[in-house]
């Protein structure tokens, strides 16, 4: 209990320092008139306290809370994360499954899974959207195919280095008992690969967030975040707190599957205490 | 079951581990790890194998066990190949660390051969419970590995390679990370187990006084190549107890395989890298 409120405390104190260091750099900035390295005043740096009053006021006439608005697109923007980010594990793991049952496959693939990730999601966006509807398949899921796009890679890295980690000797253990490939795989690798999994999945978390956002646009879905953020950005000039509280709920979404993962990787794996992070 | 043979009753026993002309080498050829090695090991012996580091004794022991496979040379256990008997789960194995599953429980640790077996939960259950009164581990079935001593942590390694009663047990170094009055503790309760279940075991160590103490047989090994260069019968009452160890024979053993060492060459010092060190190869 006693830590519980200490981790609290902590918490809020942190809260606290950051807010005033960004109204204490507002105040500093706007008496001296800063210029470097950027000009404050209320479009550059609006009052935390307006940025999370403009959570509570209607975004337009008459229209519902900014919240109300966010909540609903949070839950469309989850819904893609959640699904790219399961889609990308399931890929990720299999190619680290594939991969580390041959030096032979691992030399040859590693290369381009690594250049993979040098193309940007912008560009290969119109091909999954494009390609996958003309299949049917709902823009959404285009988005989260997107999503898994980034959240493969961590995985499938990690993963191998995880099913190649379990110690030799172990491996000596199973074979003395007769076990295949695949069993050693199955009751030795692929647990002891658990914690570089979890690891991985850390990554992966925010990454299926940040994957979905830029991906909304591409597919013209705007009843997300992503499509939250371009439409406020578009305002920016006159309303930037909107732009700003959109932030602060994104950075919430991916904090909650941070810790979502955080918590799944307490209750799954079991391992000596000294090695928990 | 109580232990009749040893040091060659009027029946010999029924040879289970054979080798002829075993030679291993490493790094193509580059370096003889073993050379001509042949044995001969009865059912029901306790043998050690002692030597300096690098003499290839943990390479003997995998070779024995199938994990390593000889440049030349063939090994026979039960009158088959050593691969046939692997495959017919004929060892147990303990290594220096336990080598235990962190994810699993100590009766899951245990039960994890007998898994591999298709035993059935409940007969699972039954051996397991045995193994731990074996090795007085009785209550500590579901501890983590990690809450249990080294000693406690090593045992349960001996239960999970004797829970599929292999016929010969091959052990490297098992009590070697251990301090000196677990390990003697240990030595005890090893001796205690190998006469209740009557198998056969290859013990590699370092330490004269534990090769002396727990042997029928001591096998010492020189290094560069590997091989045989001393085989000393050990000669003192079964069962044996801790006075033993201040008996006059035991002293008069101890020093024989002392100068069998040095007659290898095992105080000289040996700066290579340790063959024991090399990691197997992988794959059925």
Not at chain 2, 249 to 267: C, M, W
Request: hydrophobic letters at 50%; glycine letters at 8%; a neutral charge.
């Amino acid at each position: 209990m006693g830590q519980v409120l200490r981790r609290v405390g902590v918490f809020v104190l942190v809260m606290a320092a950051l807010w005033g260091l960004w109204e204490g750099w507002r105040a500093i900035g706007t008496h001296f008139k800063l210029t470097w390295p950027f000009a404050v005043n209320d479009t550059t740096m609006p009052h935390l306290h307006r940025i999370v009053q403009s959570l509570f006021e209607p975004a337009q006439v008459n229209g519902p809370w900014l919240i109300d608005i966010l909540w609903h697109a949070s839950l469309f923007t989850a819904k893609e994360c959640v699904v790219g980010f399961a889609l990308g594990a399931v890929i990720g793991f299999a190619i680290a499954v594939a991969l580390s049952q041959s030096r032979f496959l691992e030399r040859g693939f590693i290369p381009y899974i690594v250049a993979s990730q040098t193309i940007p999601l912008l560009a290969i966006a119109p091909m999954v959207v494009i390609g996958l509807g003309t299949k049917g398949v709902k823009d959404w899921v285009s988005v989260s195919v997107l999503a898994a796009y980034l959240t493969f890679f961590p995985v499938a890295v990690n993963a191998l280095r995880g099913l190649q980690s379990a110690d030799p000797q172990a491996v000596e253990l199973m074979r003395s008992y007769a076990a295949g490939r695949w069993r050693i795989l199955w009751k030795l690798r692929v647990p002891s690969s658990l914690p570089y999994l979890f690891s991985a999945f850390r990554i992966a978390a925010p990454l299926a967030v940040v994957g979905a956002i830029i991906s909304e646009p591409a597919a013209s879905i705007q009843g997300g975040l992503g499509g939250a953020i371009v439409n406020f950005s578009q305002y920016y000039t006159i309303e930037p707190q909107e732009l700003w509280a959109t932030n602060i709920i994104t950075a919430l979404l991916g904090i909650l599957f941070f810790v979502a993962v955080v918590l799944a990787e307490k209750l799954i794996v079991r391992r000596a205490p000294e090695h928990y992070a | 079951m109580s232990r009749r043979l040893d040091g060659g009753g009027p029946v010999a026993p029924e040879t289970v581990v054979e080798l002829e002309g075993v030679s291993k080498e490493f790094a193509q050829g580059k370096t003889v790890a073993l050379r001509d090695i042949d044995l001969a090991i009865g059912q029901g012996g306790f043998i050690s194998l002692i030597g300096p580091s690098g003499c290839g004794k943990s390479t003997l022991l995998r070779i024995i066990g199938d994990l390593i496979q000889p440049s030349a040379g063939r090994v026979t256990v039960h009158g088959k190949p050593a691969h046939q008997a692997r495959l017919d789960r004929d060892y147990g194995i303990v290594f220096q660390h336990p080598v235990l599953y962190d994810w699993r429980t100590v009766a899951k640790n245990i039960a994890l051969p007998l898994e591999l077996l298709g035993w059935d939960r409940g007969r699972r259950a039954d051996r397991v419970k045995e193994m731990l009164e074996l090795v007085e581990l009785t209550g500590f079935e579901n501890h983590h590995p990690w809450q249990l001593s080294g000693g406690m942590q090593q045992r349960v390694s001996i239960a999970r390679a004797l829970s599929f009663s292999p016929a010969l047990l091959l052990m490297d170094e098992p009590f070697g990370a251990l301090d000196e009055m677990t390990r003697e503790r240990l030595n005890m309760e090893l001796l205690r187990i190998w006469q209740e279940t009557g198998s056969t075991i290859v013990f590699v160590t370092h330490s004269i006084a534990e090769a002396v103490f727990l042997s029928t047989r001591v096998m010492v090994m020189s290094a560069r190549p590997g091989r045989i260069s001393d085989v000393l019968e050990v000669d003192l009452p079964q069962p044996r107890s801790a006075a033993l160890r201040e008996d006059p024979r035991y002293f008069e053993l101890v020093t024989q395989v002392r100068e069998a060492l040095v007659r290898g060459g095992a105080d000289k010092v040996f700066e290579e890298l340790s063959f024991d060190e090399l990691a197997p190869e992988e794959g059925e």
